[in-house]
């Protein structure tokens, strides 16, 4: 009965322990990304970044991403892909939604319709922060009263000098100028997700 019992005690403490190294590792990829404020809670990861603020980009100084684990397909089949523009190459992990997540991207399209129908020159949620203006502000301020799932989407969270705007995000996409860290965020997001049960 006592072996019983250590054996079980090992497996309790082996599983706790492979959970808090991924825990550890997710953080400490995103940290490599320049991101801080990491909170993970289960499945919800939110993570931010500071940002250089100016006058073409509309006093943009940061931006906030909220993402739920549990409405991506499978990371593992996406694979991180180098782009090529005149600027610079850069790498890119871009991750579909699953198709539990469809009823709110019919959501967010509404109402985007609705945005693009009373504000003509905006471009929600697609609107980098170097396009606000005025509109953005009573767009997100409509936002909560015409998309109250708001809270359930992933999204981002620009800060400017137009305030908070929350954009939905069609698929989950971040890029760097290196491929190491996303595949190190890929590979930590896969563990982070298998052991908090998300897929």
């Not at 969270?157 to 929350?166: D, M, N, S």
């Not at 995000?169 to 971040?174: A, D, L, P």
Request: charged share 20%; proline share 4%; net charge neutral.
């Amino acid at each position: 009965m006592l072996r019983i019992l250590t054996i079980s005690l090992c497996i309790l403490t082996g599983a706790a322990s492979g959970e808090q190294r991924s825990d550890e590792n997710l953080k400490a990829s995103l940290i490599a990304m320049r991101y801080q404020d990491v909170s993970l809670d289960g499945c919800l990861v939110s993570y931010s970044r500071e940002v250089s603020p100016n006058k073409t980009n509309n006093g943009f100084y940061r931006i906030t991403r909220i993402i739920y684990l549990n409405n991506f397909d499978d990371i593992g089949d996406q694979e991180v892909e180098r782009i090529s523009n005149e600027a610079q190459d850069y790498f890119v992990l871009a991750v579909p939604y699953n198709r539990s997540y469809r009823k709110f991207l019919d959501l967010a399209l509404r109402f985007r319709l609705w945005s693009m129908s009373e504000f003509p020159s905006s471009n929600w949620p697609h609107e980098h922060p170097t396009h606000q203006n005025e509109n953005s502000s009573a767009i997100e301020g409509e936002l909560q009263r015409l998309l109250p799932n708001i809270s359930k989407m992933n999204r981002q969270v620009a800060f400017t000098k137009y305030g908070a705007i929350t954009s939905a995000t069609m698929q989950f996409r971040t890029n760097h100028n290196e491929r190491l860290p996303l595949e190190n965020l890929k590979y930590s997001l896969i563990a982070y997700s298998r052991d908090q049960g998300c897929n």
